[in-house]
């Protein structure tokens, strides 16, 4: 027997970031991680910055770091449609890293009463530390 598949596809407002056959994939939605498998209900989420693992048919898992979006799951496809979208062994990690160190500093300078600003390195932190993630993952799968 046939192994079930979704169709998926991963896109940002640059690029598709990734388009293929899986056998599963794990997203980082507000209300926490969730698995989709072949026959899921449908759905939309919210996605925030966090790690993308999917399962290809000959079991090689995909790691990828988001900034966030949304996740829609149809009865064979899922589509996410992500603000920003790295696979993780494109991501450089010392680049990562230091995006961390100035985030947290930036974060150390600012008035509370600049809360755009705040939210803004908050959200630049979120990204970093998901982009460091995913290539920590990608590595610990791959034997790196």
Do not use: C, Y
């Not at 980082?28 to 989420?45: D, R, Y």
């Not at 991501?91 to 500093?105: S, T, V």
């Amino acid at each position: 027997m046939a192994q079930k598949t979704i169709k998926f596809e991963i896109v940002t407002p640059e690029r598709v970031v990734l388009k293929e056959e899986i056998t599963q994939i794990t997203v980082p939605t507000k209300s926490g991680e969730i698995t989709v498998l072949p026959g899921h209900i449908p759905l939309v989420a919210p996605l925030v910055a966090g790690v993308i693992e999917t399962k290809k048919i000959d079991g090689e898992v995909e790691i990828m770091s988001i900034s966030g979006g949304f996740v829609e799951v149809l009865r064979d496809k899922v589509v996410i449609l992500a603000d920003t979208a790295e696979r993780a062994k494109e991501i450089d990690i010392a680049r990562a890293e230091e995006g961390i160190k100035r985030a947290e500093e930036a974060k150390k300078e600012i008035r509370s009463s600049d809360r755009v600003r705040f939210a803004n390195i908050n959200a630049s932190l979120a990204k970093e530390l998901a982009r460091t993630k995913a290539v920590k993952r990608w590595k610990k799968i791959n034997g790196k």
